[in-house]
């Protein structure tokens, strides 16, 4: 084997080395070997094995037969990066922001408000429990590693000097001539030499449940598929073999997958870019009226330190405080949601990624369809019949007035070896577990549903003797004491259809056996041909009664010798089977297709087994055809169909093998409908990547091993909660509990509402902060005394805006949202300059003049007119001066001028509160008219409640005067703002009307955000 290739360095080439890993990973040639050869190359004895000696040196030269594990990420680093990533950045500045303008005013002032402090406190709790919650639910997800550890076995059986000896599983060496039998974990990646009746189980890799057969038998060119490789890690679950190691630790099929679905770098998710560029925006905004108003105080004459305090109050006025923690649990309550709906959300952010979705890169087995295998149809009769293939039935045939179909049913119930598990009389047939494989559980089960009791047909008909299916026969048999020939017995046959049929002489037709001529040879091929082209598995099934004389009951039957006729025997008819659609999955796939999304189905099933469900599920749709299609339309070869004349397209793997990636690109670009067959789960990440080059948002389904780095490299993975193995689950970022493609589809809808609903969240958290920030600019530009305190501020952003703005995520869809094409995420944004203008260029001014309006009239009230309140801030704020005069000549104290001050903070906080009520309903839809989307959300109106209560509660309570500078307000004042509430729903409806009557127009493109 040589050396062991040192792990790649980290670096650019790092993500492009290991695709190519992946693709050399099937690139074993030890199955051609002959077994002198096999010898020859590892050096070692196929009787006696290594000498000790060999397996050291070896053993120093390859290292331990282990994984390596990849370097983890510290826990401290992981915290850090919720603590100081995204959205936190903007709030650790602001905080910083806050205690620099502190540490200004204690300067300046012998006695400086305290307001910064505070501020700059609350800011780093928000911070700092936020990245606490944070980081919990991301300490909740994966390390991958830790499930390959799981699957590498302990110990191994070798034979080394020509001794078995146990060993330690890490000290296993390539050349090691190992054992294994039932109930081994395989040590490293082996090549059978010698085996008997040994079958490996090799679901954990590639996602096969059936186990798998090995014997020392080259079958296949793709050592994936040959029988005479076993995989590291995988299960022997019967018979014994013998083995040739041939790789171990990193090198293995497994070690490979595990180093590459670990290796891969995960890029940002689509809502992680959206805060990013959300950060953006607002600090740009921040920053600039900062500046803009730091060079104005200069200009206007106030003092550099003065200015620089200016400039921190807006840049924090600016930060949304209460915005963070608002998106973390509006993100969580969609998880939560989710996870009824059996979408199992790992990491919270990949909520909104599968909202995001353009592309689903699907398994067939058990997603699209009911993982079992069902009776479809019956060949009897020379007729074909239906089998009911619901998921309440179990291919259940009703035809019990022909004879032919009572001996076909009995032939299936009889020449089969699966049986119900015992303890499941009360439950229904279909949901019953049984023993045996899939094709002759199918055939139980639809025996069992319309013929009656199998039990009580096999207690009539007793079996005396069996030849098992086996690869060399193709067929199996069984013989049994016949109910209705007292004194005879009855063989029975089933097995591939064309070897069945090669012992028989006569064909059953409506209980009577006639010769099996041409004309009923065409007939049997055309309903072959017509059940196969279905994606069908067809089995044959024949009788015939033994002579009585010849074989009477006490007869002792050798099925090695086989001294009994199995030649000229009674063909009765074909049963075919197939693993039928889930019933929600064509209704889902329909969604899909109405919002845009592009369903590929990536399965390792036969092509005309995938075409035939992709047809049926509505992937491949009514009248869409492929090359095929059109070549057999116009009777022409397939090399001169035009491939772009095919809207579907299905892939085999061994030509997706030899395409180059601008092939994959050309056949994604210019097919809608495409379906992947015979693909290796490797190729899987082929695909995904092919999709990505197109700009699309991929999801995958997974649940073998070998599917962990797709699931890694998609946007979003999504692994089987119950055919799934630990690895795929621990790969993947989101769970399917209940392995329905359907639910993924659900998921979408969530997804999408979640953006829709965070807009909407945003677009209402944004519009006071204009009315927050506007007193500051007045404060400085007109020199009038501060309409509003930093305190106050704080009241809103985290007190009265919290709850009504996480009450948003619980706003139902609007109509139109599976209708919509994927959100483009170039172009349609989570924040862009059009939520900006509603927010903060037309709502948030008309709250903004709310809030003046009632300071003025306060102000007014207590006899301070606008005239006399303009440039009057040095004399208002000037500590020494107690006889400041008012617009009637009254004299005010520095004290009694505070508390007017603060009356009117405590006046403004509450227009605020106000007029976002009406900001609130209106945010409940960006399109539909408020009346259309009804007012069922409880905990929005919940949330106008708490807001109002929060505003009550700091304007009267005793000791607020105190606590937060807050005063009690005369029951007038709080009408001031009410109009304006109005004017801002009667605005929001009239522009909300236009854009729908107009879609296209200037205020669709303007406003709709």
């Known amino acids: ?444 089960k639809s025996v069992e549903l319309s013929y009656g009791s199998v039990a009580t047909m096999r207690e009539h008909n007793p079996k005396v003797v069996e030849i098992p299916f086996n690869s060399t026969n193709k067929y199996q048999l069984s013989i049994h004491e016949a109910e209705d020939k007292p004194k005879g017995h009855i063989l029975v046959m089933k097995g591939a259809p064309e070897r069945v049929l090669d012992v028989c002489s006569t064909i059953m037709i409506n209980g009577k056996e006639v010769n099996l001529d041409k004309t009923m040879h065409q007939a049997f091929q055309n309903a072959y041909h017509e059940l196969g082209g279905l994606g069908e598995r067809v089995l044959g099934f024949c009788q015939s009664y033994l002579p009585e004389k010849q074989f009477p009951r006490a007869f002792k039957f050798d099925v090695e010798k086989v001294n009994f006729p199995i030649n000229k025997l009674c ?139 797709a699931l890694k490299k998609a946007d979003i993975g999504i692994a089987m909660g119950i055919a799934g193995s630990d690895v795929s689950k621990q790969a993947a970022d989101m769970i399917l509990l209940d392995d329905n493609f359907a639910s993924i589809v659900t998921g979408v809808e969530e997804g999408r509402l979640i953006f829709d609903n965070l807009k909407k969240s945003i677009a209402y958290t944004l519009t006071s902060n204009i009315p927050e920030i506007s007193p500051f600019l007045m404060f400085i530009i007109l020199s009038i005394p501060l309409p509003l305190g930093t305190i106050t501020i704080l009241c809103i952003d985290l007190g009265s805006d919290m709850v009504p703005a996480i009450s948003l995520a619980y706003e139902k869809a609007e109509s139109d949202i599976m209708k919509r094409q994927p959100r483009n995420s170039k172009t349609d944004k989570l924040v862009n300059e059009r939520l900006i203008s509603k927010s903060y260029g037309q709502v948030g001014m008309m709250q903004a003049i709310a809030g003046f309006f009632t300071y003025f009239m306060i102000m007014a009230e207590y006899g301070f007119f606008p005239t006399t309140l303009l440039g009057i801030r040095l004399d208002w704020d000037d500590q020494s001066k107690n006889d400041l005069e008012d617009s009637y000549g009254q004299q005010w104290t520095y004290e009694q001028r505070k508390v007017i001050e603060y009356t009117c903070h405590t006046a403004f906080f509450c227009s605020i509160v106000v007029v976002q009520w009406m900001d609130l309903i209106t945010c409940k839809t960006r399109k539909l008219s408020v009346f259309q989307q009804g007012m069922n959300n409880k905990i929005l109106i919940f949330g106008i409640i708490q807001e109002t209560t929060l505003a009550v509660f700091l304007s009267y309570c005793p000791g607020m005067e105190v606590a937060l500078r807050m005063y009690p307000l005369q029951l007038m004042w709080w009408i001031y703002p009410m109009p304006f509430s109005l004017l801002i729903f009667v605005y929001d409806e009239i522009r909300k009307l236009i854009i729908r009557r107009y879609p296209g127009g200037w205020f669709d493109r303007e406003t709709y955000y």
């Open 571 to 709: 063909f009765v008819g074909l049963i075919s089977m197939i693993d039928p659609p889930r019933a929600a999955v064509p209704d889902a796939v329909g969604k899909c297709r109405s919002a845009g999304i592009k369903v590929i189905m990536v399965t390792g099933d036969h092509p005309i087994t995938a075409k035939a469900i992709a047809k049926g599920v509505g992937i491949i749709s009514e009248g869409t055809e492929t090359v095929e299609d059109i070549a057999e339309r116009l009777n022409i070869p397939v090399s001169e169909v035009n491939p772009r004349e095919a809207k579907a397209c299905v892939i085999h793997g061994s030509d997706l093998k030899d395409m180059t990636s601008e092939e994959l690109d050309d056949v994604l670009r210019n097919h809608s409908e495409i379906v992947f067959a015979r693909t290796s789960p490797q190729q899987k990440l082929i695909i995904v990547e092919g999709c990505q080059r197109q700009g699309a948002i991929v999801a995958v389904t997974g649940d073998g091993v070998n599917d962990s780095p």
């Open 1 to 444: 084997m040589g050396k062991k290739k040192p792990p790649p360095k980290k670096g650019k080439k790092k993500k492009g080395e290991e695709l190519e890993d992946l693709k050399k990973e099937v690139d074993i040639d030890d199955h051609k070997l002959s077994l002198e050869e096999l010898a020859q190359k590892y050096k070692t004895d196929l009787s006696t094995g290594l000498t000790t000696t060999q397996a050291a040196e070896i053993l120093a030269r390859d290292g331990p037969n282990a994984l390596t594990p990849p370097p983890t990420t510290p826990e401290w680093v992981k915290f850090c990066r919720q603590l100081f990533g995204g959205f936190s950045i903007l709030l650790w500045i602001g905080a910083v922001l806050c205690f620099i303008a502190y540490g200004i005013q204690e300067l300046m002032e012998s006695h400086a408000q305290m307001d910064h402090l505070y501020l700059g406190i609350v800011l780093t709790s928000v911070v700092v429990i936020t990245g606490f919650f944070s980081y919990y639910q991301e300490a909740k997800s994966s390390q991958i590693m830790e499930s390959f550890k799981h699957m590498v076995p302990q110990k191994a059986l070798v034979i080394r000097d020509g001794k078995r000896t146990q060993i330690n599983a890490e000290e296993v060496v390539v050349g090691d001539l190992v054992e294994i039998k039932g109930g081994d974990r395989i040590p490293a990646d082996l090549r059978i030499v010698s085996a008997s009746g040994c079958k490996v189980d090799n679901s954990s890799l590639t996602g096969e449940s059936e186990p798998q057969s090995r014997s020392a038998d080259y079958t296949h060119d793709n050592p994936l598929e040959t029988r005479n490789i076993c995989f590291f890690s995988t299960n022997c679950v019967e018979g014994t073999a013998r083995g040739v190691v041939i790789l171990t630790g990193d090198d293995t099929v497994m070690g490979r997958i595990a180093s590459l679905a670990s290796g891969l770098e995960e890029g940002s998710t689509p809502i992680a870019r959206e805060i990013e560029h959300f950060i953006h925006i607002i600090t740009s905004v921040a920053v600039f009226l900062g500046v803009t108003f730091f060079i104005l105080a200069i200009i206007l004459g106030y003092r550099w330190l003065e200015a620089v305090v200016f400039l921190i109050g807006i840049i924090v006025a600016n930060v949304p405080e209460g915005l963070l923690p608002t998106v973390t649990v509006c993100l969580a309550l969609t998880a939560k949601r989710m996870a009824l709906k059996n979408c199992l959300v790992k990491n919270l952010e990949a909520v909104e990624t599968l909202g995001s979705t353009s592309t689903i890169c699907s398994d067939k087995t058990g997603t699209l369809t009911q993982n079992r295998m069902t009776v479809a149809h019956m060949w009897y009769d020379n007729e074909i019949f239906a089998a009911d293939t619901t998921e309440q039935q179990a291919g259940a045939v009703m035809m019990k007035r022909s004879p032919t179909w009572l001996a076909l049913t009995r032939i299936a119930g009889l020449c089969n070896r699966a049986d119900f598990k015992p303890g499941q009389e009360d439950v229904p047939v279909a949901k019953r577990e049984t023993t045996g494989d899939a094709s002759e559980s199918a055939l139980l």
